[in-house]
T-cell receptor, first 112, second 110 residues
Framework: GAGVSQSPSNKVTEKGKDVELRCDPI?????LYWYRQSLGQGLEFLIY????????KSGLPSDRFSAERTGGSVSTLTIQRTQQEDSAVYLC??????????FGPGTRLLVL | GDSVTQMEGPVTLSEEAFLTINCTYT??????LFWYVQYPGEGLQLLLK?????DKGSNKGFEATYRKETTSFHLEKGSVQVSDSAVYFC?????????FGTGTRLQVFP
């Protein structure tokens, strides 16, 4: 069965450009999470979608970051006017109402 | 706020050595506790979990016991293999978010 997929797997961009990262969760999973894994800083929660509820955006580091989840399935994380400190691996996870979160392989973002 | 602290790596061991990776947490109430593993080039995978005090999670020879009195969830394995080389993350879940430690890299040499 298909797991969580993310695209692109790698993204190199120039400072100031916008980027979009995509996550396809496991079919039927109602909850979707975005995390950021920065070098030496572990995993940092960014945003959480649960069903039709308003997303929990408490982890977004600035207003340059936003995310959408269309039709309760695919999600896109957008970073506007990228900065070098945005370079990281962006991880997506999905789950049912049970506790185990299943992670995608991540998108490695490098901002030059 | 809630937080997880785990020992810094890298941890370097010879094959068949005993492994301990320390993890302590700070949280209100009674969170669920997890160990995730990230093998080279792969995504995060759940290794084991425990949902209440004194529970022991186990998988693939790894074990961790939820110790409320010491707020700890140390990961142990009696005999590591080269294939165990990976980054290990301790995490807690309180409400709906996972809060992770910074990860500990384990390197096992033959």
């Amino acid at each position: 069965g298909a797991g969580v997929s993310q695209s692109p797997s790698n993204k190199v961009t120039e400072k100031g450009k916008d980027v979009e990262l995509r996550c396809d969760p496991i079919s039927g999973h109602t909850a979707l999470y975005w995390y950021r894994q920065s070098l030496g800083q572990g995993l940092e929660f960014l945003i959480y979608f649960q069903g039709n509820s308003a997303p929990d955006k408490s982890g977004l580091p600035s207003d340059r970051f936003s995310a959408e989840r269309t039709g309760g399935s695919v999600s896109t994380l957008t970073i506007q006017r990228t900065q070098q400190e945005d370079s990281a691996v962006y991880l997506c996870a999905s789950t049912t109402r049970q506790e185990t979160q299943y992670f995608g392989p991540g998108t490695r973002l490098l901002v030059l | 706020g809630d937080s997880v602290t785990q020992m810094e790596g890298p941890v370097t061991l010879s094959e068949e050595a005993f492994l301990t990776i320390n993890c302590t947490y700070t949280a209100t109430g009674y969170p669920s506790l997890f160990w995730y593993v990230q093998y080279p080039g792969e995504g995060l995978q759940l290794l084991l979990k425990a949902t209440k005090a004194d529970d022991k999670g186990s998988n693939k020879g790894f074990e961790a016991t939820y110790r409320k009195e010491t707020t700890s969830f140390h990961l142990e394995k009696g005999s590591v293999q080269v294939s165990d080389s990976a980054v290990y993350f301790c995490a807690l879940r309180h409400t709906d978010k996972l809060i992770f430690g910074t990860g500990t890299r384990l390197q096992v040499f033959p």
